[in-house]
């Protein structure tokens, strides 16, 4: 199992950033991908989910109305389009894939989003 998040870096406040996932390596299909962040000294949050199937989508209220979340299926990619950030947007960000039946999630390694002037 192989996932793979790209996209982070430095940006300023109320600039833009687009984050992608890519999956692959997995013996069933996913179910749900979701993008995750996690601040130094803070637990992990969920940012947002999308289902696979339908594309239903969840989001943290902290995000509503900034991010949006999308997927390839034909890819296993999600990403994650960040506007109007904040500076307490900063965090690690990482993808998750959960899969049909098992449930199982698997998570990548993280990408950094940093937001200061």
């Known amino acids: 199992v192989h996932i793979a998040e790209s996209g982070g870096g430095l940006v300023q406040p109320g600039g833009s950033l687009r984050l992608s996932c890519v999956a692959s390596g997995f013996t069933a299909s996913p179910r749900y991908m979701s993008w995750y962040r996690q601040a130094p000294g803070t637990e992990r949050a969920l940012v947002a989910t999308i289902a696979t199937v339908d594309g239903s989508t969840n989001y943290a209220d902290f995000v509503k109305g900034r991010f949006t979340i999308s997927r390839d299926n034909g890819k296993n990619a999600v990403y994650l389009q960040m506007n109007n950030l904040k500076p307490e947007d900063a965090a690690v960000y990482s993808c998750?894939?959960?899969?049909?039946?098992?449930?199982?999630?698997?998570w990548g390694q993280g990408t950094q989003v940093t937001v200061s002037s």
């Open positions: 998750s894939v959960t899969l049909w039946f098992s449930g199982t999630i698997y």
